[in-house]
């Protein structure tokens, strides 16, 4: 079994930044690649960044030179500094963790969000 967990999200002025922080833990033996995504209210989930387990990175076009994605591999954790925020930055944030379990198989785990919200 896998768990993942984001936290950091919160309320911001427009202009402010945010951390977020993602956690998976349980029965990993190795992670590949880790990401965020996002979901507004009437919008489908998208892509914000991915950092592969080689290091490369890849971000939305609207959050490109304000987010930055990084990772701790000793502790299975995935970061997203967020930046130079927008109303249109709020979201429900999702991070996922593509993992090989101790078990053999492999999967892509999510969490549950945690939002965002960037106010005028």
């Known amino acids: 079994q896998v768990q993942v967990v984001e936290s950091g999200g919160g309320l911001v002025q427009a202009g402010g930044s945010l951390r977020l922080s993602c956690v998976a833990s349980?029965?990993?033996?190795?992670?590949?690649?880790m990401g965020w995504y996002r979901q507004a209210p009437g919008k489908q989930r998208e892509l914000v960044a991915g950092?592969?387990?080689?290091?490369?990175?890849n971000y939305a076009d609207s959050v490109k030179g304000r987010f930055t994605i990084s990772r701790d591999n000793a502790r299975n954790t995935v970061y997203l500094q967020m930046n130079s925020l927008k109303p249109e930055d709020t979201a429900v944030y999702y991070c996922?963790?593509?993992?090989?379990?101790?078990?053999?198989?492999?999967?892509?785990?999510w969490g549950q969000g945690t939002q965002v919200t960037v106010s005028l």
């Open positions: 349980g029965s990993i033996f190795n992670i590949y690649n």
């Open positions: 996922n963790a593509d993992v090989h379990t101790v078990l053999g198989g492999r999967s892509l785990y």
């Open positions: 950092l592969r387990s080689g290091g490369s990175t």
